[in-house]
Nanobody, 122 residues
Framework: VQLQASGGGSVHAGGSLRLSCAAS????????VGWFRQVPGSVREAVSC????????YFGDSMKGRFTISRDNAKNLVYLQMDNLKPEDTAEYYC????????????????WGQGTQVTVSS
């Protein structure tokens, strides 16, 4: 039972990346997924989440209007589309199995995936 984040890379400011969170050993269909990011020496920050049915989503304030989250239950994947990236978006990004509230964001995380590095240059 595990999650794996992928899709990171290096882009210039204003560019886009799409991160994927893949599940193995269980079906993501029954679970929400949260995305987080962390810069060395800083606390992990909630980026976004999506509920199991896809109805509820959450975005951190600095991500609103630039990031979107979606899920493809047939492929057992959750995507984080990141547009208009900024240098301050540079971080290791992680996905986790979680609950998702529109106001409170991701919570109750119980499975974490390995991260994928996103680097945005100015």
């Amino acid at each position: 039972v595990q999650l794996q984040a992928s899709g990171g890379g290096s882009v210039h400011a204003g560019g886009s990346l799409r991160l994927s969170c893949a599940a193995s050993g269980f079906s993501l269909n029954d679970y929400g997924v949260g995305w987080f990011r962390q810069v060395p020496g800083s606390v992990r920050e909630a980026v976004s989440c999506i509920s199991s049915d896809g109805v509820d989503t959450y975005f951190g304030d600095s991500m609103k209007g630039r990031f979107t989250i979606s899920r493809d239950n047939a492929k057992n994947l959750v995507y984080l589309q990141m547009d208009n990236l900024k240098p301050e978006d540079t971080a290791e990004y992680y996905c986790a199995r979680s609950l998702c509230g529109k106001q409170v964001g991701p919570h109750g995380m119980d499975i974490w995936g390995q991260g994928t590095q996103v680097t945005v240059s100015s």
